[in-house]
């Protein structure tokens, strides 16, 4: 008698792979089998005609929109439009400038997110300080020989992201230093900092942007031309950062009195206190609230529409009511919202992903 | 409704103080020293202003800032276009970010009077029609007797039916939605026997229908809607320029000459096409610009008939018929007044 283990039978194929999961998670009993049939039913025939219409039946090549059948989408129209959504009315021969800013902003985004890369610090400050200077140059010309390009020109989705990087990187720091201001024992900074978020919290986004367009050049001296793009972006930093300053006011206030007592038993300034001890831990926990607010100024810049400012969606708009697309607005809307997505979407699984990693330890999950 | 007038009562307010003090005159040559022109338009309406695939604007309307750029500065791509939107088109006016404002603006007593501002002639006289499909014959609006008529809701262009309606003694069901588009739709796919609103827009939305060959607009147009170039009160000269640009324009259709034939017709004897073109001296003086304005305007823009075929009429998708907009001994109402 020869004794061995017998070798573990595999599980039964029953309960992996895909038809385990389907066993597991669609069919596990009647009542789940027929929800599984009937919603999967509606499911097709609710989504059988938006494939249809958006893959099988349209039409990707050609020019004009004689090249469309019109059965279904109708996605010449985007792409022939592509570089006006793109860049706006932006000088053709010049969009490498675009082009540039943009990849470096994406560069200094990538190594400041992946953790491996060294030297964050100062590539926080080269993005934060020196980016800002070196967009400006390229985007607006003037300087090095390169030609001047008017800011009535930039439109599209450059346009939108100008807007909302200038919105989030000035909005961060003037929101904290607003949150420390209502939170300071000294009195006139406390009551202008909460005059100050009061009074932006109280007004539409809307009509600060109206205000800036409008009424303000009513007030200013005949011939001086305050750039409308400039108006735009002013004040859309002082109302987010308004929103801002909430937002870091609730993180400090959740940091235990016991780190600041600590901080003021090692003898630490107020400066000192605040980022070395106080701000980090608080930045951590507003982690959500931050990108929350980001996301949410990241939709907000297409009300500049408003104003006569062509964002991506006004430039779409304005594409639709071209003679020789009319009709297709549709699928100029799919475009949009499908950019927009893909934009907040990655803003928000950056965070959950930043909320993992710097999840230290402070307090019980 | 308090904020809102309130609102108003502001903008009227600094609108006028804006143009009382800050810009009595002066807009020609800021223009000139600028080297170009600021024109308002709209941030995109089919026909009269809108971008096209290269970022060039194009319409009705932009070429009435081309032809005021081609007079004052001798080229008609000198524009700077500023997109606006309706609430922001008479402050930007006022406040001098524009020269012209040519953006669909309707001509009204209470505008032309009260908001500092003059209108300088009518570029294309709108007002609402109504759309019908071809193979139901209909040759009048009175022939609607009981229709089903789609509509915006909450408009003027609703009321205006209303009281047509009433006043003629005919029935008519209105079926109202909330936009334009839907409205349009809706009559497309055989909701109601007519469609009705401003028809420089029944026309765009045509273009959108699936058969727009078989859609026609009834020869009635029950509303006043003259859209024109709008300049700053208080300064003539300017106002003198932007009126007679677009009287050129519109000579050079009745006179025949268009942007082809214009070299040619330098040397025809007519007397009256050698003052449009600048063979007799003195005219351009009292606007203070070079003589040979409505030449440029010609070879760089167009007459008017050109302009409106390329941009609304038949050589565009829109295909909008003359009608009011044919000149006055054609059955229209286009009559600029002589040059000489």
């Known amino acids: ?365 | 409704m308090f904020k809102k007038s309130l609102l108003a009562t502001a903008t009227t307010l600094s609108i006028a103080l804006a143009s009382t003090t800050a810009f009595a005159a002066g807009t020609l040559d800021s223009v000139k020293e600028r080297g170009h022109l600021q024109c308002g338009v709209t941030s995109g309406v089919p026909g009269f202003s809108v971008p096209d695939d290269k970022g060039n604007w194009k319409g009705l309307d932009v070429d009435v800032c081309r032809a005021v750029a081609a007079a004052v500065l001798g080229d008609a791509s000198k524009v700077k276009y500023i997109p606006l939107t309706a609430k922001e088109r008479f402050t930007a006016l006022a406040s001098g970010e524009i020269d012209v404002l040519s953006r669909v603006t309707t001509w009204t007593l209470s505008r032309d009077t009260q908001l500092g501002i003059n209108f300088a002639g009518v570029t294309y006289y709108d007002g609402q029609g109504f759309l019908v499909k071809k193979d139901l014959g209909l040759k009048s609006v009175k022939e609607l007797d009981g229709a089903t008529i789609c509509v915006q809701s909450g408009t003027t262009t609703e009321l205006n039916m209303a009281d047509y309606f009433r006043t003629h003694g005919l029935q008519h069901t209105p079926v109202v939605f909330d936009t334009n588009e839907q409205a349009a739709t809706s009559f497309d796919t055989g909701r109601c026997d007519a469609f009705t609103t401003d028809l420089s827009q029944a026309y765009g939305l045509r273009t959108r229908m699936s058969n727009p060959d078989s859609v026609v607009a009834l020869p009635e147009v029950i509303s006043k809607e003259p859209l024109g170039p709008v300049v700053r009160q208080g300064d003539d000269q300017w106002f003198n320029i932007v009126k007679w640009s677009l009287n050129a324009m519109i000579t050079a259709e009745e006179l025949g000459v268009t942007s082809a034939n214009v070299d040619q017709k330098k040397s025809d004897n007519n007397p009256n096409v050698q003052r449009l073109l600048g063979g007799s001296e003195g005219l351009a003086k009292g606007m203070g610009i070079g003589e040979d304005w409505g030449y440029q305007i010609v070879k760089q823009v167009g007459n008017y008939g050109e302009s409106f075929d390329r941009n609304v009429g038949m050589g565009s998708p829109l295909k909008i018929d003359r009608g009011l907009n044919a000149q006055w001994n054609q059955g229209g109402l286009l009559y600029s007044p002589p040059i000489r």
């Open chain 1, 1 to 365: 008698m020869k004794y061995e283990t017998q070798k573990a039978l595999p599980p039964p194929a029953s309960t992996i792979g895909v038809l385990g999961w389907m066993r597991k998670h669609l069919f596990k009993g009647p009542g789940s089998s027929i929800a599984t049939l009937v919603l999967g039913y509606l499911a097709v025939i609710w989504l059988w005609p938006l494939i249809d219409w958006a893959f099988i039946s349209a039409d990707w090549l050609g020019t004009t929109r004689q090249d469309c059948s019109g059965d279904g989408a109708c996605w010449v129209f985007i792409n022939q439009r592509l570089d006006q959504f793109l860049y706006g009315f932006y000088p053709e021969a010049e969009t490498w400038r675009l082009d540039l800013s943009f990849v470096i902003l994406m560069a200094c985004i990538g190594w400041l997110v992946i953790p491996r890369l060294p030297a964050k610090g100062p590539m926080a400050v080269f993005t934060l300080v020196i980016f800002p200077f070196i967009a400006f140059v390229l985007l607006s010309g003037g300087f090095f020989g390169l030609e001047p390009v008017d800011t009535h020109k930039w439109g599209g989705l450059s346009l939108t992201l100008v807007l909302a990087v200038v919105g989030i990187v000035a909005a961060l720091p003037f929101g904290v230093l607003l949150a420390l201001g209502r939170r300071s024992h000294m009195p006139i900074v406390r009551s202008l900092s909460v005059i100050y978020i009061e009074i932006w919290r109280g007004v539409p986004l809307i009509t600060v942007l109206f205000m800036a367009s409008v009424m303000l050049p009513l007030f200013f001296p005949e011939g001086m031309d305050f750039d409308k793009l400039l108006r735009a972006l002013i004040g859309i930093t002082m109302f987010q950062s308004a929103y801002m300053a909430e937002v870091v006011r609730g993180g400090l206030q959740a940091i235990p009195r016991g780190q600041y007592e600590a901080a003021d038993a090692l003898g630490l300034g107020y400066w000192q206190k605040m980022v070395m001890i106080i701000l980090p831990q608080a930045l951590k926990l507003m982690i959500p609230g931050i990108v929350n607010t980001f996301i949410a100024l990241f939709k907000d810049t297409s009300l500049v529409l408003i104003i006569g400012l062509f964002d991506l969606l006004a430039i779409m708009q304005a594409a639709a009511n071209d003679p020789n697309w009319i009709g297709f607005a549709t699928e100029g809307y799919v475009f949009v919202a499908l950019v927009f997505w893909v934009f907040c979407f990655s803003m928000s699984r950056y965070s959950q992903h930043l909320e993992k990693r710097l999840h230290t330890g402070h307090g019980a999950r």
